[in-house]
T-cell receptor, first 115, second 111 residues
Framework: DTEVTQTPKHLVMGMTNKKSLKCEQH?????MYWYKQKAKKPPELMFVYSYEKLSINESVPSRFSPECPNSSLLNLHLHALQPEDSALYLCASSQRLAGGTYEQYFGPGTRLTVT | AQSVSQHNHHVILSEAASLELGCNYSYGGTVNLFWYVQYPGQHLQLLLK??????LVKGIKGFEAEFIKSKFSFNLRKPSVQWSDTAEYFC?????????FGAGTILRVKS
């Protein structure tokens, strides 16, 4: 099974709402990633977790809060977002982060609209 | 930090035409190179990858890419495209622990 699943598929939220995006993989991967993809743009890295510890934070605003409760799950908590945060949020996983050559497997994404 | 440049943003081809999409990267160390494809309404899928060894790598669906170290290039090729190849293609470079994508090339194949 080489699948990364993400829920929800679509999310509309107001600027005062709190919501969470969820990502799950059962491939035994120990590195998980959040990317943001704006329309007609490539994915941009936001966060990387390695062995459930935050390894990379690409200077993402604090209104985005990642969480990795276990090796299969990755959450992205959203609070007080701005309309410009509307985008496709992609989750990915790889066997490891470093120490070898590991490809990333991507989920289908959550299409987020902030009103 | 690494960067990736894809030369064409939009490519339109007729079925059976040959395809070559350009990709150049900038990074001072050892790189891993990838081509990902995003079909309309679908998620990113890995087409092929280069880690080491033979610089000509073959991927899924008849795609191949050649790593030319001296030119910092990793161009994607397919001898004969099909309508179903209509998609967006991203070149990506992993240097260190980060994967950086190029801007993408939208390919439209006319039937």
């Amino acid at each position: 099974d080489t699948e990364v699943t993400q829920t929800p598929k679509h999310l509309v939220m107001g600027m005062t709402n709190k919501k969470s995006l969820k990502c799950e993989q059962h491939m035994g991967h120990r590195a998980m990633y959040w990317y943001k993809q704006k329309a007609k743009k490539p994915p941009e890295l936001m966060f990387v977790y390695s062995y459930e510890k935050l390894s990379i934070n690409e200077s993402v605003p604090s209104r985005f809060s990642p969480e990795c409760p276990n090796s299969s799950l990755l959450n992205l908590h959203l609070h007080a977002l701005q309309p410009e945060d509307s985008a496709l949020y992609l989750c990915a996983s790889s066997q490891r982060l470093a120490g070898g050559t590991y490809e990333q497997y991507f989920g289908p994404g959550t299409r987020l609209t902030v009103t | 930090a690494q960067s990736v440049s894809q030369h064409n943003h939009h490519v339109i081809l007729s079925e059976a035409a040959s395809l070559e999409l350009g990709c150049n990267y900038s990074y001072g160390g050892t790189v891993n190179l990838f081509w990902y494809v995003q079909y309309p309404g679908q998620h990113l899928q890995l087409l092929l990858k280069y880690f080491s060894g033979d610089p000509l790598v073959k991927g899924i669906k008849g795609f191949e890419a050649e790593f030319i170290k001296s030119k910092f290039s990793f161009n994607l090729r397919k001898p004969s495209v099909q309508w179903s190849d209509t998609a967006e293609y991203f070149c990506a470079v992993k240097g260190g622990n980060k994967l950086v994508f190029g801007a993408g090339t939208i390919l439209r194949v006319k039937s």
